[in-house]
């Protein structure tokens, strides 16, 4: 008898039950709200997912995040090692050449000024990085926070681990994917407050046709012009070009297949668990993560309003050519973000197509988050 009562108690000791915290429950409950926002609402499920499912185990399970200095055995956790691949910066670099060969730059080469509505919605991860610095966090901490604000997953974690501020990986990781969850929500209610129905109304002219011989010049020119100025950008901007090469090149098909589809959604399941199993509650659940939670949602704002008021600018500068809606995908969560453009314009004109247009400030969203990215680091002298 006592042995089964000692084996009942063993087990018992065993179960999670024994071993979490109430840091824990509210975190897992946390992540079944997630779950929900991305089954039931549809909120960007490729990343909410993982990303959830990822915060759940961890919060189960703690030591499936161990680290190998930390395990007896000198065997890690599972997600430690798919988190080793985001701090080697590999995941968020596979992430931008998956993004290059799905990603069509014909409407922002037939309009090249939409790289101002892109550079303009970069506002806010600058206005983030003075109130970073505002509320405490030092120079690199307060650039690898700001970053946020450009609404790229990649990119943030890319900067956070180049900076080397692990430390605070996994709240700027989650903060980001987050919010381009999220995009629908945030977005809207700024873009419409922003403009007036006469601007909301306005219908833009057909973009041109572009070349396949200007498709393939492209990628292969922004890379040589913008990594010559600044090299740190090569690891995301070079994959993002070559990626479109793949797709722009012609006589790939396969690479371009493979790094679209397969490659893409392996590295999305590795990246968005690793994420979500940084949000443990004792890593999660404090008043730094607050701070970056809310300095992230503040840059994803301003972003947003700073590219919907240079719409506004264009629009003015250009007699009413230039439907504002289309400056606030200028931040870089692609596609979603121009998405909402053609979203919020169809409810006030079901037959405004904005689509294409929005797509070049969003896609010069992405080079530009990757720019700023490779201006910290060369400010902070990182390679």
């Not at 960007?44 to 499912?53: A, D, H, K, N, R």
């Not at 926070?145 to 080397?164: E, M, R």
């Not at 109304?201 to 010049?217: A, D, S, Y």
């Not at 979603?336 to 797509?359: C, I």
Request: proline residues 5%; hydrophobic residues 55%.
């Amino acid at each position: 008898m006592d042995y089964i009562v000692n084996t009942l108690q063993n087990l018992w000791q065993q179960t999670a039950f024994t071993q979490i915290s109430a840091g824990n429950y509210i975190m897992i409950l946390v992540a079944l709200v997630f779950l929900y926002l991305a089954i039931a609402k549809g909120f960007e499920p490729l990343l909410l997912v993982p990303i959830s499912f990822g915060m759940l185990l961890v919060n189960i399970y703690p030591d499936i995040m161990m680290s190998i200095e930390d395990s007896s055995n000198g065997v890690g956790g599972l997600l430690y090692y798919f988190y080793l691949l985001d701090e080697w910066a590999i995941l968020p670099s596979l992430i931008f050449m998956g993004v290059g060969a799905m990603t069509d730059f014909g409407p922002l080469i037939a309009n090249p000024s939409s790289f101002l509505l892109g550079a303009a919605a970069q506002f806010g991860i600058f206005s983030a990085y003075f109130l970073a610095i505002f509320l405490g966090f030092n120079d690199q901490q307060a650039a690898a926070i700001s970053i946020i604000g450009g609404a790229d997953g990649p990119t943030s974690i890319f900067l956070a681990s180049k900076l080397n501020q692990t430390s605070i990986l996994g709240p700027i990781a989650v903060a980001a994917y987050s919010y381009m969850s999220l995009v629908p929500i945030i977005q809207p209610p700024i873009m419409k407050a922003l403009t007036t129905k006469k601007e909301k109304l306005i219908r833009m002219e057909q973009l041109r046709p572009v070349t396949k011989l200007e498709k393939i010049l492209f990628p292969v020119v922004v890379t040589i012009v913008v990594c010559m100025i600044l090299p740190t950008t090569a690891p995301l901007l070079g994959m993002l070009m070559l990626g479109n090469i793949f797709r722009e090149s012609g006589v790939v098909r396969q690479l371009q297949e493979t790094a679209s589809n397969a490659l893409m959604y392996i590295v999305v399941i590795l990246l968005g668990t690793s994420v979500g199993a940084t949000t443990s509650a004792e890593a999660f659940l404090n008043v730094t993560t607050i701070k970056i939670v809310i300095l992230g949602l503040c840059a994803f704002m301003v972003g947003t309003a700073a590219g919907t008021l240079f719409g506004k600018l264009m629009c003015a500068v250009t007699h009413g050519k230039v439907n504002p809606l289309i400056g606030s995908a200028g931040v870089s969560a692609v596609p979603m973000a121009a998405r909402v453009s053609q979203k919020v314009g169809a409810e006030y004109d079901p037959a405004n197509f904005l689509l294409m247009h929005a797509m070049g400030p969003n896609v010069a969203g992405v080079v530009g988050t990757a720019v700023v990215a490779g201006t910290f680091m060369a400010v902070f002298g990182v390679f």
